[in-house]
């Protein structure tokens, strides 16, 4: 695994999994510059986790009242 590819994952995994609401707007205070460049990088990736987060939600809500 490269550098990258290892940044990528990380990023990824805090931002979109176990981060804070809060957490974020405080790395978003103190890191501005990073942060802004790991999001728009890997923003597609992001927006991917979301959305399967929010069909996989819907999803077993639906299961649940059956």
Request: net charge neutral; proline share 2%.
């Amino acid at each position: 695994m490269t550098e990258k590819e290892f940044e990528k994952r990380n990023f990824v995994n805090w931002y979109c999994l176990y981060a804070t609401p809060k957490e974020i707007e405080n790395a978003k205070r103190t890191n501005k510059t990073e942060m802004d460049r790991l999001i728009n990088e890997y923003s597609y990736e992001i927006e991917m986790i979301n959305l399967s987060r929010g069909l996989y939600e819907k999803y077993f809500e639906i299961s649940k009242t059956r």
